[in-house]
């Protein structure tokens, strides 16, 4: 792309009238510095975005963010800007030799005992009479462990490390997508069972296919979700204080020890160590960022924005001062890029800077 046409892109972003793909390619111009080889400077398009800015500078807020949550044009030009205004800057934001590349379609699958490894070059697999790639290949190993006998009612277990994410379609047709760092159990066939069941420790994303006869039950870390077809999210990481379901779609009765709630669309439950269950309406969009390939943070905490950074792309995080843990962001930013991007956003909101030491992020002040 020429200097000519990165204008025509900026000129038609002014007047609101660029595509969707063009605004993400604008940002990751300046968040990722992608722009070099159009010669194209930072100052040139700040210059061209700074009525824009000036006109939503007004809503900045105390509280820390990567970029304000504004809907549409505003949103993606503040990010920008931030963007800008970091490779400006003489004291950068985060301190690294080497950065890190954010995680893939990395994952495992157990049938009877047997492990095997995915393809990293596939994003999901389909169990039926056999087992295949997605995208309809198939793969001797996984032939061969699904035919083995007795593993067509058989526990599988898929399983995606610290860094990974995979696309699993059961033999039912229920669609789960896993986070990184996530487990789910299930069986090879549900034929002839009353329940659908399978366990989960992690995220994961659901999609139930549709069966009044055989709910669909979902066992995590002490909560219980069941449902006859629907669409929801399931947050159960041991790490995390709360088991969180999201609902978008249809609906799902969530049992704690204490009490059983139903959650209607845009409800979200959270489940705490004792059992009691609490419920409030959410915007979906933030629980599913992570099947979008995005991070959204919503008044959110240092210490957990760190902790989805560290499932994701396979690295420990140690603070300089406990304090910074409880720093508040607000903002949404791409998982595509190397940590360092995302690091950068946060360090110019001037809630902490960051130090990369091989697969290690400390958090300075």
Not at 18 to 30: D, F, M, P, V
Not at 220 to 225: H, K
Not at 243 to 268: I, M, W
Not at 329 to 358: E, H, M, P
Request: hydrophobic share 40%; with cysteine.
């Amino acid at each position: 792309m020429d200097h000519k046409q990165a204008s025509e892109i900026i000129a038609r972003y002014k007047a609101g009238t660029c595509t969707a793909e063009e605004k993400a390619l604008l940002q990751n111009w300046i968040l990722y510095g992608e722009f070099d080889g159009l010669k194209y400077t930072a100052a040139e398009i700040l210059a061209d975005v700074k009525e824009i800015d000036s006109r939503i500078a007004a809503g900045t807020s105390s509280k820390a963010k990567l970029w304000l949550r504004i809907a549409g044009i505003a949103a993606a030009v503040t990010a920008m800007v931030f963007g800008i205004w970091f490779l400006t800057q003489d004291k950068p934001g985060v301190e690294y030799v080497k950065d890190i590349a954010p995680g893939g379609n990395r994952a495992t699958l157990t049938v009877q005992g047997k492990t095997i490894s995915l393809s990293n070059n596939k994003t999901g697999i389909v169990v039926g009479q056999d087992l295949k790639y997605s995208d309809g290949t198939q793969d001797p190993a996984l032939a061969r462990a699904i035919s083995a006998k007795g593993a067509e009612s058989s526990l599988v277990t898929a399983a995606t490390p610290k860094g990974g994410t995979y696309f699993i379609v059961l033999q039912d047709g229920t669609k789960a997508w896993l986070n990184a760092d996530s487990k789910l159990e299930f069986f090879s066939s549900y034929a002839n069972k009353t329940q659908r069941l399978v366990k989960l420790t992690g995220e994961a994303y659901f999609e139930v296919a549709k069966d009044v006869a055989r709910p669909f039950i979902v066992n995590s870390s002490g909560q219980q979700v069941e449902v006859l077809g629907t669409h929801f999210n399931v947050n159960a990481y041991n790490e995390e204080p709360l088991v969180r379901t999201t609902l978008l779609e249809g609906s799902v009765a969530v049992r704690g020890s204490t009490n059983t709630v139903v959650l209607k669309p845009n409800q979200q439950s959270a489940v705490a160590g004792n059992g009691s269950i609490a419920v409030k309406p959410v915007d979906p969009s933030e629980a599913l960022a992570w099947k979008s390939g995005r991070f959204i943070f919503n008044n959110t905490s240092m210490q957990v924005v760190m902790r989805q950074i560290a499932r994701w792309y396979d690295v420990e995080v140690a603070y300089q001062d406990e304090d910074l843990k409880n720093k508040l962001l607000d903002g949404s930013v791409s998982r595509y890029g190397n940590v360092s991007g995302i690091l950068n956003a946060i360090s110019q909101t001037g809630a902490a800077r960051f130090k990369i030491d091989n697969r290690k992020i400390i958090v300075i002040k």
